[in-house]
C-alpha cells in the first residue's frame, strides 16, 4: 500500500468509525435481538434463540395490516409524487418571470413541520358535529355525499394518508428536478430546434435521459422514505395507529418497544430486520433496472 493510499484510508476512517458505530453495530445488534425468544428488557434475560419471534410477527394481524398499509402507500405516493414533481418542474423551468417565487412557493411544504401540516389536513378533512369540513363542502357542490375521511372508512383513511404523504415529498422532488433541468446542455436542445423535433420527442429523447440519474435518486429515496413513513400517520389520525387501522411498520416497531402493548424489543427487532430486508431488495432491484435505465 503506497503512501497515498495510506493517506485516503486515513482521511476516511472518521467516516468508517462512524457507520461501524451508528449503524453496522446497531443491525448487527438488532438481528441478534431477533433471535432471542422471551427476552426480558428489565433482566436482559431469554430463554432461548430461534426463529420464534419472526414467526409471531408473520402471523400478528396488527403487522399484516402494517404491511398492507405500507406496500399501498409505497406503491401509489412514490410514482405519483415523481412524476407531479416532473410536470411542475419542466413548467416552472419555462417560466422565465417570477420562477424563483414559485419554487420557494412549492417549497414551503417541506420546511413547515410535519405535524402542523397534519393538523391542517386533519382539519379540512375530518367531520364533527359541528361541520363536515372545507373537503365535503366542495363535494357537497356536485352532488357527493359527506365522507368522514379521518374516522370513516378504510379506503377514505387511506385516500387522505396519500394525498398528505404526496403533499409533504413533493416540494423536495421539485427543487431537485428543477435543478437537474436547469443542468441539461442546452445545445441538445437548439441542435433539436434546428432539425425541427417535436417537443414531446425532445422531452422523451433528451430532457428524461439527461436527468435520468436525479429521477432514479428520487425513486429509491422516494421508496425507502415510504417504507419508513410513521409520522405521517401519527399527524393524521394520532397515536393509536392500530385501532384506527392505519399502522405503518415502522409504527409497528414502535408500538412493539413503547406503545400500549409495548415491551417486546425481540419482537420489535424482527419486525424491523424483515423491513430492512424488504427495503434492500427493493433497492437492489431498482440498481438492476437503473444499469439498463439511466445514462450516467
Known amino acids: 500500500m503506497n503512501g497515498n493510499n495510506k493517506k485516503a484510508w486515513l482521511y476516511l476512517l472518521p467516516a468508517l468509525l462512524f457507520l461501524i458505530v451508528f449503524m453496522v453495530y446497531p443491525l448487527i445488534d438488532v438481528f441478534i435481538y431477533s433471535l432471542e425468544e422471551g427476552f426480558n428488557f428489565a433482566s436482559q434475560t431469554y430463554f432461548g434463540t430461534g426463529l420464534y419471534n419472526y414467526s409471531y410477527v408473520l402471523h400478528d394481524p396488527y403487522f399484516l395490516q402494517a404491511v398492507q398499509n405500507t406496500f399501498i402507500l409505497v406503491i401509489i405516493t412514490v410514482p405519483v409524487s415523481t412524476g407531479l414533481a416532473l410536470l411542475i418542474s419542466v413548467g416552472l423551468s419555462s417560466i422565465r418571470p417570477l420562477r424563483n417565487l414559485y419554487q420557494t412557493i412549492y417549497f414551503l411544504p417541506y420546511v413547515t413541520n410535519t405535524l402542523a401540516v397534519g393538523l391542517v389536513f386533519m382539519i379540512l378533512f375530518q367531520r364533527t358535529e359541528y361541520t363536515d369540513g372545507l373537503v365535503n363542502l366542495m363535494l357537497s357542490w356536485f352532488g357527493a355525499g359527506p365522507v368522514d375521511f379521518i374516522d370513516g372508512p378504510y379506503w377514505a383513511k387511506m385516500f387522505v394518508l396519500c394525498f398528505y404523504t404526496i403533499w409533504v415529498v413533493m416540494p423536495f422532488k421539485i427543487l431537485i428536478l428543477t435543478s437537474a433541468l436547469a443542468s441539461v446542455n442546452q445545445d441538445y436542445y437548439r441542435a433539436a430546434r434546428v432539425d425541427g423535433t417535436p417537443r414531446l420527442r425532445i422531452f422523451t429523447k433528451i430532457t ?6 436525479m429521477l432514479f435518486y428520487l425513486v429509491i429515496t422516494g421508496f425507502i422514505g415510504a417504507f419508513k413513513a410513521y409520522s405521517d ?3 393524521l389520525f394520532g397515536t393509536d395507529l392500530n385501532a384506527a387501522g392505519m ?4 409504527g409497528y416497531v414502535y408500538d412493539m418497544l413503547y406503545g ?8 420489535a427487532s424482527a419486525a424491523a ?3 430492512f430486508a424488504i427495503v434492500l431488495t427493493i433497492t437492489c432491484v431498482n440498481l438492476l433496472v437503473s444499469r439498463k435505465k439511466v445514462q450516467y
Open 233 to 235: 400517520a401519527v399527524a
Open 273 to 275: 430486520i424483515i423491513l
Open 208 to 213: 428524461l435521459p439527461a436527468i435520468s440519474p
Open 247 to 250: 399502522n405503518t411498520i415502522v
Open 260 to 267: 400500549d402493548s409495548g415491551g417486546y424489543p425481540s419482537h
